[in-house]
C-alpha cells in the first residue's frame, strides 16, 4: 500500500512526488551551449520537452494531443509568420590606410545609409600596412548593400569592402 499524502486538491502518491522531483531536475540540468537568437526558438524547446516528458512518464495521450496542437500552432506561426525576429542587419568590413581620415570618411558614409551602425572591432593588418574597421550596420529604408559598398569603395582609396548579409542567421 503505497503512502498518500492528502491535500485539499487531492491525492497525491510517493511515485508523483519522485516523478515531479526527477522532472523539475532534468529541467535544471539542460545547459544551453549556444545563444539563441530568437525567443520563439526557445518556445519550441520548452514545448518539446513537455512533451517528451508525458511521454516518458506514461501520459501517451496527453503526448500525442500536445504534439499535434503544437504542429498545427507552429504551422500557423509559420504560415502567417507570426513573432518573427525580422532585424536585417549587415557586418561591413572595411580596409583603410592606417593614416589619414579614412575611420572618419567611413563613418560619415555610414552616418548617411544607415539606420544605426557599431563598430565591433578595429584591427591592424598586412602588418600594419591597412587598418580594418568591422561594423555592424542595419541599413537605412529604401538602402541596398550595393549602396553602401560602392559608396566606401569612393571613401577608402580602393581598398577592400565586404558586407556581410544575413548576419543574424550566422555565428561570427
Known amino acids: 500500500m503505497p503512502f498518500d499524502v492528502q491535500d485539499l486538491s487531492g491525492t497525491f502518491s510517493v511515485g508523483d512526488i519522485a516523478a515531479a522531483l ?3 531536475f532534468v529541467l535544471s540540468a539542460i545547459i544551453f551551449r549556444n545563444a539563441i537568437k530568437e525567443t520563439r526558438d526557445v518556445g519550441f524547446i ?3 520537452m513537455g512533451v517528451g516528458m508525458a511521454a516518458g512518464t506514461r501520459f501517451y495521450t496527453l503526448a500525442i494531443v500536445a504534439t499535434v496542437a503544437i504542429c498545427l500552432i507552429i504551422t500557423v506561426m509559420y504560415r502567417f509568420n507570426w513573432f518573427a525576429l525580422n532585424v536585417q542587419r ?4 572595411v580596409q583603410v590606410p592606417p593614416d589619414g581620415d579614412y575611420a572618419e570618411r567611413v563613418r560619415d558614409v ?5 539606420s544605426e551602425f557599431e563598430l565591433v572591432s578595429m584591427e591592424s593588418i598586412r602588418g600594419g600596412a ?3 574597421l568591422m561594423y ?3 541599413l537605412a ?3 541596398e548593400p550595393t549602396d ?3 559608396a566606401l569603395s569612393e571613401r577608402t582609396a580602393g581598398q577592400r569592402v565586404t558586407v556581410l548579409t544575413g548576419y543574424d542567421q550566422t555565428d561570427l
Open 22 to 24: 526527477s522532472l523539475s
Open 46 to 48: 520548452f514545448l518539446v
Open 90 to 93: 549587415q557586418v561591413v568590413k
Open 110 to 114: 555610414l552616418i548617411r545609409l544607415t
Open 130 to 132: 591597412l587598418t580594418e
Open 136 to 138: 555592424t550596420v542595419r
Open 141 to 143: 529604408k529604401g538602402k
Open 148 to 150: 553602401l559598398v560602392a
